[in-house]
């Protein structure tokens, strides 16, 4: 028979990502409609090494669903890293009563607590919080769609400036080995090409498509490129060579970077961080340990966290077919 969870410890790691502040919330507000004590972590693993604990309880927690960020801040520890900081952040949960804990993060977030897991069969459930959307194991991770809808307001506006000046603008999203981010933006804001990771085009098919487009009439060109496209070393490189082929292109560079991590999260990353809080606590309680929760086909549902690891993210194929024949 599973220990009893009296008390739940809940901590967010790694890259901030909206949502996380309404996992939060959701992890917190169950814990208190099942009489569970919760205790607050700030700085991620740096914290559990420092004591820097709060007890939380539902008026903590008040007018953050709407927040982005993490008000339990973030940060990365190489101190977890090792076998004598992991020790004392043990140490300091066992002091405190702690009998589990909510890690709310990516991959390098699941692997600490898979670790800290295996060392001291310390009970530990993952919420997946990456605008990336390269987790394993899910359909969406927490902010994804808030990432998404902020690049797609961004490229509607620049290309507003982009057909005033008939330039062709590269416009670099986010999305460190997955595609997810440029492909779904690419297609929701009209670009004229899209180049990810997955499904790599090449410098020729690029220049084709772009020749098309002007043979065609059009005068400004946007082109979504995600930061782990492998076509060229950089997006300033691709621009580089449009220029030395001085072929008339006013070419212009975009990266947006980490506006893409901020802003108020979207009602979808709302929603999802309280439907993923709650199941994350009355897994703990079923006695179950040493999952992520995800959502498949909108199923609320648990994969081990080494499975997380070690899967892959799939770009969906049926959208890169879309996007070629919306950018021919």
Do not use: W
């Not at 090494?49 to 940060?75: C, H, Q, W, Y």
């Not at 394993?136 to 991770?141: E, I, N």
């Not at 006695?287 to 995800?294: A, D, E, H, L, R």
Request: proline share 2%; hydrophobic share 40%.
């Amino acid at each position: 028979m599973s220990k009893k969870i009296k008390k739940i410890a809940v901590l967010t790691s790694g890259g901030d990502s909206p949502g996380m502040n309404a996992a939060v919330r959701s992890v917190v507000r169950t814990c208190a409609y099942h009489n569970i004590e919760c205790l607050g972590v700030y700085r991620g693993y740096e914290g559990l090494i420092d004591s820097d604990f709060e007890p939380m309880n539902a008026r903590s927690v008040r007018d953050i669903i709407n927040r982005g960020g993490t008000i339990l801040k973030s940060a990365r520890s190489k101190r977890f890293m090792t076998p004598e900081g992991r020790k004392v952040a043990h140490d300091n949960l066992v002091r405190e009563g702690v009998d589990a804990m909510v890690l709310i993060g990516g991959d390098g977030t699941f692997t600490g607590g898979l670790v800290f897991n295996r060392e001291y069969d310390f009970p530990v459930m993952g919420i997946p919080g990456t605008i990336d959307n390269d987790i394993a194991g899910t359909d969406f991770t927490l902010g994804y769609d808030t990432a998404l809808n902020t690049a797609v307001e961004a490229i509607d506006k620049i290309r507003d400036t982009a057909s005033s000046h008939n330039r062709l603008f590269f416009i670099e999203v986010m999305g460190r080995d997955v595609g997810h981010i440029a492909l779904n933006a690419g297609i929701g804001a009209g670009a004229e090409q899209i180049m990810i990771p997955e499904e790599s085009i090449g410098i020729e098919r690029l220049l084709e498509s772009l020749e098309r487009s002007r043979k065609s009439g059009k005068l400004s060109s946007i082109v979504i490129v995600a930061e782990g496209d492998k076509t060229g070393k950089n997006v300033f490189e691709l621009k580089d060579y449009i220029d030395d082929l001085d072929q008339g292109y006013d070419v212009r560079v975009m990266v947006l970077g980490h506006m893409q991590r901020g802003g108020s999260p979207t009602c979808f990353d709302r929603v999802l961080a309280s439907r993923m809080g709650v199941k994350a606590v009355e897994s703990l309680m079923e006695g179950k340990s040493n999952f992520m929760v995800g959502t498949v086909h909108d199923k609320m549902t648990l994969c081990p966290i080494d499975e997380a690891l070690k899967g892959e993210s799939k770009i969906n194929k049926e959208l890169i077919r879309v996007s070629e024949i919306m950018t021919t």
